[in-house]
């Protein structure tokens, strides 16, 4: 591997003369310019990126980080299909995704100050977002640049690319009512995430909308795993009026649930309604195949990429542009029909 001072020279030419041709500066003719890529490819040039980075004061990489651990709910196909998209828009623009991980004993807020204050990045992704998330605070406060996959209650008026969760549960709440459902149960993660209290409220105000069955068993909260499932199950089955109709998130959870079911002889789509709110798409293998409310994932991580690439060309909201406002994006979800669904016969 040859640096800068090797190119020039072999080529017997400046090092600035290098440096601007390989930058496409117009002050170097073309013929010039082909001379050096040309050498550079031949010789096997590589530039020194931590050089050009401080020179430039910018990384060209966007960081994003990501929980681990035996629940950590992002990382499963869901994300990795997120992960592509923003990848994509983000190649496109000659910039790079750079991962961190966070330990399932971290704090998110300690993870992503750390990452911040050493400036590895140009911007970040923050994912998993909270009822109220400290982290979106903080970044303002720092004027860092960076988007929230997921809406929150703090902030105020800063970038998220986000599912319609209530436009999802509005179209799962309606098909029910259709098939002549009045008793639905909806099962949630026990998290924090404020994809949990969209759906939650919004589950509330259509079961109200279409007088259905408001109690307080009609919503339950359990670990996002196939055992948190189970027990979900078992709860709202034991409960008075029985629920004829289950809503869910969790991919882990509907394993359970179908679980549960079969155990008491219940089959989806025959004794009992399933429906899956954005789930990942493994409820296409279970059996009977899940009804889902999906989404275009990737399309939600090229929208991520979309609106931090628009904070870095200084199209967003500052001192001498104030009237600019940050992209913030509902991704539209649909309907993919299954085989979990059966009609209530009165």
Not at 14 to 27: C, E, F, H, M, Y
Not at 98 to 121: H, K, M, N, S, W
Not at 233 to 247: D, I, M, Q, R, W
Not at 324 to 333: D, G
Request: glycine share 8%; hydrophobic share 40%.
């Amino acid at each position: 591997m040859i640096g800068i001072r090797d190119l020039a020279r072999y080529l017997d030419i400046s090092i600035g003369t290098v440096s601007r041709a390989l930058n496409d500066k117009t002050d170097v003719n073309s013929l010039t310019r082909q001379r050096v890529r040309e050498a550079a490819t031949m010789l096997g040039y590589s530039p020194n990126q931590s050089g050009r980075s401080l020179r430039r004061g910018q990384t060209d990489l966007i960081g994003m980080i990501i929980p681990t651990g035996s629940d950590a709910m992002v990382i499963n196909q869901v994300f990795l299909s997120v992960l592509d998209g923003l990848r994509r828009t983000l190649a496109a623009n000659r910039l790079d995704l750079a991962i961190f991980l966070q330990g399932q004993e971290e704090d998110p807020f300690v993870a992503l100050r750390r990452l911040t204050e050493r400036r590895l990045t140009d911007g970040l992704i923050i994912a998993d977002t909270l009822h109220e998330d400290p982290r979106i605070d903080y970044l303002i406060e720092k004027r860092r640049p960076f988007v929230a996959f997921g809406r929150s209650l703090s902030g105020g008026n800063h970038a998220w690319v986000d599912p319609d969760f209530e436009e999802a549960v509005a179209c799962a709440i309606e098909r029910l009512s259709q098939f002549g459902h009045r008793q639905i149960g909806l099962i949630l993660p026990k998290r924090t995430t404020h994809y949990v209290h969209l759906i939650e409220e919004r589950f509330a105000v259509e079961l109200a909308k279409r007088q259905l069955n408001s109690s307080a068993t009609a919503c339950v909260k359990f670990a996002a795993t196939e055992t948190g499932g189970i027990d979900a199950a078992e709860h709202l089955l034991g409960s008075k009026p029985g629920c004829t109709a289950f809503v869910l998130t969790d991919a882990n959870q509907i394993a359970g649930v179908y679980r549960r079911l079969s155990e008491h002889g219940l089959r989806p789509g025959k004794d009992i309604s399933v429906i899956g709110l954005l789930p990942e798409r493994r409820g296409d293998f279970l059996s009977p195949m899940l009804t889902t409310i999906q989404t275009d994932w990737t399309a939600v991580g090229a929208e991520l990429g979309k609106a931090l690439i628009a904070q870095l060309s200084g199209r967003l909201p500052n001192a001498e542009n104030p009237g600019r406002q940050p992209q913030q994006t509902l991704v539209p979800t649909h309907y993919c029909s299954g085989e979990s669904l059966h009609q209530i016969v009165t």
